[in-house]
């Protein structure tokens, strides 16, 4: 089965900064790749996704690139406010199928 | 954009006993739908996937004689902890996939359950 591993399991970055969270995935099959946001006792916000035709997507601050061929994917948050804190996971799944979560990464922006 | 729902909120029951979570699908019909698992700073993990008009399909590890679920119409999913025990306290979490070429899953706002 498809296994996502993603890193670092904790980011701490001073307000401003730039974030960037990776993520392998393992299935050569899987095609959609959607990253999201949880905040404590809520359940998850996606924020950006791409497809395995594209190379990378971008959405005002939030950015996701794309490796096929290296089974990568990786999120790129720009000028960070203290509200991007939260954790933030990717998923990868064949074609909006069940998806499959990496573990997780704790992301703490200090004003 | 589409909503799920997710009924109750939070949940704390006695060891022992039975407690059912309600997934809705509030503006879209959803023939499947996804049961969800995620114990404290972890991650999500699938439990089940729920059909409507057939039986789920569960992962491995995961008792469908525990964990029954339901999906009765195009627009609800129930899930069933029965005989809860305290390791079964979790964050249960629904979601429904988008329709019409588009991958996105929908999640509902997850059911806090405390067995105690």
């Known amino acids: 089965g498809e296994n996502v591993e993603q890193h670092p399991s904790t980011l701490s970055v001073q307000e401003g900064d730039s974030a960037v969270i990776k993520c392998t995935y393992s299935?050569?099959?899987?095609?959609?790749f959607p990253w999201y946001k949880q905040e404590l006792g809520k359940g998850p916000q996606l924020i950006i996704d791409i497809r395995s035709n594209v190379g990378e997507k971008k959405d005002q601050r939030i950015a996701v690139t794309l490796n096929k061929t290296a089974k990568h994917f990786s999120l790129h948050i720009t000028e960070t406010q203290p509200e991007d804190s939260a954790v933030y996971f990717c998923a990868a799944s064949v074609s909006g199928y069940a998806l499959n979560f990496g573990k997780g990464t704790s992301l703490l922006v200090t004003p | 954009g589409a909503v799920v729902s997710q009924h109750p909120s939070r949940v704390i029951c006695k060891s022992g006993t039975s407690v059912k979570i309600e997934c809705r699908s509030l503006d879209f019909q959803a023939t499947t739908m996804f049961w969800y698992r995620q114990f404290p700073k972890q991650s999500l993990m699938l439990m089940a996937t729920?059909?409507?008009?057939?039986?789920?399909?569960?992962e491995q590890g995961v008792e469908k004689d525990k964990f029954l679920i339901n999906h009765a119409s195009l627009t609800l999913s129930t899930l069933t902890v029965t005989s809860a025990h305290p390791e079964d306290s979790s964050f249960y979490i629904c979601?429904?996939?988008?329709?019409?070429?588009?991958?996105?899953?929908?999640f509902g706002p997850g059911t806090r359950l405390t067995v105690t």
């Open positions: 979601s429904a996939p988008g329709w019409g070429g588009s991958y996105e899953q929908y």
């Open positions: 729920s059909n409507e008009g057939s039986k789920a399909t569960y």
């Open positions: 299935d050569s099959a899987s095609n959609y």
